[in-house]
């Protein structure tokens, strides 16, 4: 297990453009976050799923953000018609079902809209 | 509701000397607090947690931090500080409203800078 893959690790994208995002989480974690962090603050939820349901939701997320993970292992964060407010370290996350563990974080993603 | 604070932007302390970074709390309930470390470039790092029981709580690379409910703080500490601890560090608290399923809110995070 090599723990929280996020691809792609940085993304450049031009104003209005839609872009996606992938994270693998560890196997056996069922729960899954996206996390938005700007630079000098600490990460801002954006979504959480228990398997493939999204269950969570945060007020931060717009329209033209959607977030899947169809088969309960693998999600995709799209974000569409970017702006440049989108530019962000997007982070995901996982965790296990029982009791309260630590999140175990990717290295996320880093987008630039231009 | 859940909202977690770090007084300070920035902590400077000399290698070898002990450090601590301040995080206090504010929950309905009774608090799940955690301490999260980010290095450059890089995803964030479980560092400790505070479910419940001794008030001590001993993490990673010798990192501890003393839960205290009268002052609703949960400041992280290192008896002797290395220069590699040089790092952005988050305090964060699990919101455990019914409807939050344990989605931890972090604070604005602490660039604690070991100088040699």
């Known amino acids: 297990d090599t723990g929280v893959s996020q691809d792609p690790r940085h993304k450049i994208t031009k104003r209005g453009q839609n872009v996606t995002f992938r994270c693998d989480p560890i196997?056996?974690?069922?729960?899954l976050y996206w996390y938005r962090q700007t630079l000098g603050q600490g990460p801002e939820f954006l979504t959480y799923f228990q398997n493939e349901a999204q269950l969570e939701k945060s007020r931060l997320l717009s329209d033209r953000f959607s977030a899947e993970r169809p088969k309960g292992s693998f999600s995709t964060l799209e974000i569409q018609r970017t702006e440049q407010g989108d530019s962000a370290m997007y982070l995901c996350?996982?965790?296990?079902?029982?009791?309260?563990?630590?999140?175990?974080f990717g290295s996320g993603t880093r987008l630039t809209v231009v | 509701a859940q909202s977690v604070a770090q007084p300070e932007d920035q902590v400077n302390v000399a290698e070898g000397n002990p450090l601590t970074v301040k995080c206090t709390y504010s929950?309905?309930?009774?608090?799940?607090l955690f301490w999260y470390v980010q290095y450059p470039n890089r995803g964030l790092q479980f560092l400790l947690k505070y479910i419940t029981g001794d008030n001590l709580v001993k993490g990673s690379y010798g990192f501890e931090a003393e839960f205290n409910k009268s002052q609703t703080s949960f400041h992280l500490k290192k008896p002797s500080a290395l220069v590699s601890d040089s790092a952005l560090y988050f305090c964060?608290?699990?919101?455990?409203?019914?409807?939050?399923?344990?989605?931890?809110?972090f604070g604005p995070g602490t660039s604690l800078s070991v100088i040699p």
């Open positions: 996350a996982s965790t296990s079902q029982r009791g309260v563990r630590g999140y175990t």
């Open positions: 929950v309905s309930g009774n608090p799940y």
């Open positions: 964060a608290v699990r919101d455990i409203t019914e409807t939050s399923y344990d989605k931890v809110i």
């Open positions: 196997s056996e974690h069922n729960r």
